[in-house]
């Protein structure tokens, strides 16, 4: 069990740029998460996936934003057009569907856009 | 919808003192209730959850937290505190009828002096 993974750890890119995120959850589990945490505040629901279907997206997700599952293991997390309101922590976080059982987080992906 | 209040922005303990980190919640289905760990840069760590049975559940590093229905309360505790016990402590529920993500407290800073 190696764990969450989320790469790259920080990213600064300068607004209006595009960045992409990664996430490999912890192998045998097929319900991965993503979350947004700004300076302050608890973590903030975005989506989620159940193996390749993405069964709920949050209403923080604008259009802008966009997360994908195309084999039902890792996932990516792409912000189009970045704006200086998107700096913030993007966590990944895995499970099984069992909702008994815990949910995992990564070391989450720092976004600073200036 | 469900909700987690932390009603404490900060909790400071002396080192060696009991400690308690409140949390109140309100979900419609069955409370599946968690506790995280946050040290600075850092990802989520798991320390303890609530799903059913014994109200008084124990976790990692000599955390407890104490389930109470009446009250809708999750409070975490720990007999002694430990300077590096300071960090930021979330409390979420995570609902078995709404696709299991976790919906966050806002934390509650933890500082722990020698």
């Known amino acids: 069990d190696t764990g969450v993974s989320q790469d790259p750890r920080h990213k600064i890119t300068k607004r209006g740029q595009n960045v992409t995120f990664r996430c490999d959850p912890i192998s045998e589990h097929n319900r991965l998460y993503w979350y947004r945490q700004t300076l302050g505040q608890g973590p903030e629901f975005l989506t989620y996936?159940?193996?390749?279907?993405?069964?709920?997206k949050s209403r923080l997700l604008s259009d802008r934003f966009s997360a994908e599952r195309p084999k039902g293991s890792f996932s990516t997390l792409e912000i189009q057009r970045t704006e200086q309101g998107d700096s913030a922590m993007y966590l990944c976080?895995?499970?099984?569907?069992?909702?008994?059982?815990?949910?995992?987080f990564g070391e989450g992906s720092w976004l600073t856009v200036v | 919808a469900q909700s987690v209040a932390q009603p404490e922005d900060q909790v400071n303990v002396a080192e060696g003192n009991p400690l308690t980190v409140k949390c109140t919640y309100s979900?419609?289905?069955?409370?599946?209730l968690f506790w995280y760990v946050q040290y600075p840069n850092r990802g989520l760590q798991f320390l303890l959850k609530?799903?059913?049975?014994?109200?008084l559940v124990k976790g990692s590093y000599g955390f407890e937290a104490e389930f109470n229905k009446s009250q809708t309360s999750f409070h975490l505790k720990k007999p002694s505190a430990l300077v590096s016990d300071s960090a930021l402590y979330f409390c979420a529920v995570r609902d078995g009828n709404q696709g299991g993500k976790l919906i966050f407290g806002q934390g509650t800073e933890l500082s722990v002096k020698p």
């Open positions: 609530y799903i059913t049975g014994d109200n």
């Open positions: 976080a895995s499970s099984s569907p069992d909702v008994q059982r815990s949910i995992y």
């Open positions: 979900v419609s289905g069955n409370p599946y």
């Open positions: 996936f159940q193996n390749e279907a993405q069964l709920e």
